[in-house]
C-alpha cells in the first residue's frame, strides 16, 4: 500500500533522513522504533510533505504522492494521528471529531461515523460537550485517534501514541491499535515503547540516525539481541 523509496530529508543543515526504504503492506500493523532523533518522526511528516523532500519517492497504492499537498494526501486515504495528539484544546469533543471530517461532504455519513466513534469509546460519548483541552491524557488520545478515524482513512498513522500515559493506558492504547487493524485498517506505528509496538507489530523496522539498519517480522525483531540491548531494556 505505503513504498518508501530512498528519501532523503534535511533539517537545515541536518540530514534527517539519509536514503530509507520502508514498505507498509495493506491491512499490516508496521512500526518504526529507534531512539529520539532518529528520524522516525521525520518519515512520517515527509509521507505527509509537512516537510519536503529532498529526494526519493513515495508511493501510495502505486501512485507517486511525492510532493502532493498534505490536503491531497489526506483525501487519498492517509491520515496522521501526531506525537503530543495536537487535538483542539478549545473545542468541544464532538467539534473535534467533527474537524477530522472536514474534507468530506456526506452529512449523514458523517454523523454515523460519529456513532460509531462514541460506540467504541464510550468515554468519549460520555464527554460529548466537554472542552477537549479539559480531558485527561488517556481521554485525550482516544479523541486524537477517533478524530483521524474521521477523515476515513485508509492508511493510519500513529505518532508515539502511548507517550506519556500511565501504564493501563498504554495497554488500553494498543489494544484499540491491535482492534482498529482487526477491523481493516493499514496502520503505521511509531514507537519508543518499542517492546509493546513490537509484539503487535507484523512487521518492524529499526532506526538509527537517519538510516534503516534493521527489519524484519516484529516478534524476530524484538528478539535480536541487539534490538533487546538497545531498546529494550535486556540484557
Do not use: W
Amino acid at each position: 500500500m505505503l513504498k518508501i523509496e530512498d528519501l532523503q530529508v534535511y533539517y537545515g543543515g541536518i540530514h534527517a533522513l539519509k536514503g530509507i526504504n520502508l514498505e507498509v503492506p495493506e491491512n499490516k500493523i508496521v512500526t518504526l522504533v529507534g531512539a529520539n532523533g532518529a528520524g522516525k518522526s521525520t518519515t512520517l511528516r515527509a509521507v505527509c510533505n509537512i516537510v519536503p523532500t529532498a529526494s526519493g519517492r513515495v508511493f501510495f497504492d502505486g501512485e507517486n504522492i511525492t510532493g502532493k499537498s498534505t490536503v491531497d494526501i489526506t483525501r487519498k486515504g492517509i491520515t496522521l494521528v501526531p506525537e503530543g495528539r495536537r487535538i483542539f484544546a478549545n473545542l468541544t469533543v464532538h467539534e473535534n471529531l467533527l474537524m477530522g471530517a472536514f474534507a468530506r461532504n456526506d452529512k449523514q455519513e458523517i454523523q454515523n461515523d460519529i456513532h460509531k466513534i462514541f460506540e467504541r469509546f464510550p468515554r468519549l460519548k460520555e464527554r460529548e460537550k466537554q472542552i477537549a483541552g479539559t480531558l485527561s491524557g488517556g481521554e485525550q488520545q482516544m479523541l486524537a485517534i477517533g478524530r483521524a478515524i474521521m477523515s476515513r482513512p485508509r492508511l493510519l498513522m500513529m505518532d508515539e501514541p502511548s507517550l506519556g500515559l500511565a501504564p493501563l493506558l498504554v495497554k488500553e492504547v494498543f489494544k484499540i491499535i491491535r482492534d482498529i487493524n482487526d477491523q481493516g485498517m493499514t496502520i503505521l506505528l511509531i514507537e519508543q515503547n518499542a517492546t509493546a509496538a513490537l509484539k503487535i507489530a507484523d512487521y518492524g523496522y529499526v532506526m538509527e540516525t537517519g538510516h534503516i539498519v534493521l527489519e524484519g517480522p516484529g516478534r524476530e525483531l524484538a528478539e535480536k539481541e541487539e534490538v533487546k540491548l538497545a531498546y529494550l531494556g535486556k540484557s
